[in-house]
């Protein structure tokens, strides 16, 4: 999508690419290292790209969501034990809602951003603070 999408938003002189990562690729999840290390590859793609197109008015951002009520938690994988280890972790208490990642996209994806590129933006009700 990126070698589709960067060319058209360049010559516009304008863009804004939201990647999906997750909070374990910040901090790695056992039991998962294939899931960790695929979403640690989208965070560092989005850091070099955002560089790279720092002077081109396409900035490059991505987002870090923990648990978040979706489809996935609904998957045979992801059982009630396994939910409650990661709600446990989360300072809020609680499953981010579809609705909180949608708002954070739009504003990414928004004309309101202007200065903010390769960062990833924490949606994990306060459990990964850095």
Request: net charge neutral.
């Amino acid at each position: 999508m990126l070698k589709a999408a960067i060319p058209v938003m360049v010559e516009r002189g304008y863009g804004r690419i939201v990647n999906t990562a997750s909070a374990a690729g910040m901090e790695g999840h056992a039991l998962s290292s294939p899931y960790a290390a695929a979403k640690a590859g989208v965070i560092a793609m989005t850091k070099a790209v955002g560089k790279e197109l720092a002077k081109t008015g396409v900035l490059v951002n991505a987002i870090a969501p923990a648990l978040i009520g979706s489809g996935m938690l609904d998957q045979p994988w992801f059982d009630e034990a396994t939910k409650k280890q990661l709600l446990d972790r989360i300072p809020m208490g609680r499953v981010g809602e579809p609705e909180e990642v949608a708002e954070m996209v739009f504003f990414l994806a928004s004309p309101v951003l202007s200065f903010s590129t390769g960062a990833v933006f924490d949606l994990s009700g306060g459990r990964a603070t850095y």
